[in-house]
């Protein structure tokens, strides 16, 4: 049976709040309406507090710096049975940017140390020297429209399980793949704000959780604007990554 209402789990909003990312929960919010749906927010503001599981359909990680994530893992590691229930029953969990690094398995810092994630991913990363800024397109798979924006890239991921290929760009490390899915958990490294730019996967991802079965939506806009950035990368000179 289809759902009428979504309520979304904005997560440390004021810890994970890079590359004005925050717009990608609106971007869920107006698309929801389209579709006619109702999406509530509720923002878990702290570390310490409580995530009301049984309540939510969707969690959403936006971007944060790799020190961030070792203040949240304390507080997430003895939820994560809750996590897995709650991710087994159907909810969903979308991470963005390096912050999709706290589900995998570990990441190998610049100066030699090791941050371990949680486990739920299979990803592993190696952290950049330099920061890597470019454009990146892609498929993910399953979506029809492909997927265009930004990275500002800090860890070379290996992922055993990508979410989709890349059309330009570094993706996950430079040999095509982008991303990573298991099941209900998403992880992406693309910016934009992602969701703002790509309406048509925020639809997406809004039909799986819902099941709403409403006519696919149009989106002339933000069409033309993605037509034009597909454009300006095939005349775009290579970009070579340090």
Not at 23 to 45: K, N
Not at 113 to 126: A, D, R
Not at 133 to 142: I, P
Request: glycine fraction near 10%.
């Amino acid at each position: 049976m289809a759902k009428d209402c979504i309520h979304i789990g904005w997560m440390y909003p004021n810890l994970l709040n890079l590359h004005g990312e925050r717009g990608s929960v609106q971007a869920f919010v107006r698309v929801g309406a389209r579709l006619g749906l109702e999406v509530q927010v509720h923002r878990i503001e702290e570390p310490e507090d409580d995530i009301p599981f049984q309540d939510l359909d969707l969690l959403i990680f936006l971007p944060g710096e790799l020190v961030t994530l070792t203040r949240l893992k304390p507080f997430l590691e003895p939820k994560l049975e809750q996590c897995n229930a709650f991710l087994e029953r159907g909810g969903y969990l979308l991470s963005i940017g390096t912050t999709g690094m706290l589900f995998g398995n570990q990441v190998t810092r610049e100066d030699g140390s090791v941050f371990q994630g949680l486990g739920l991913l299979p990803v592993s990363g190696q952290e950049r020297q330099y920061v890597l800024g470019d454009d990146l397109h892609f498929q993910v798979n399953g979506v029809e429209h492909p997927i265009i924006g930004s990275q500002i890239h800090m860890v070379n991921v290996d992922s055993q399980a990508a979410l989709g290929n890349t059309l330009y760009g570094f993706g996950n490390n430079g040999t095509g793949s982008e991303g990573a899915r298991v099941q209900n958990l998403i992880y992406t490294n693309c910016l934009g704000p992602v969701f703002v730019k790509n309406p048509w996967w925020a639809e997406a991802i809004l039909r799986e959780v819902s099941g709403v079965q409403s006519p696919k939506l149009e989106y002339p806009l933000e069409d033309a604007s993605y037509e034009t950035c597909c454009r300006f990368l095939k005349e775009k000179p290579a970009f070579t990554a340090k």
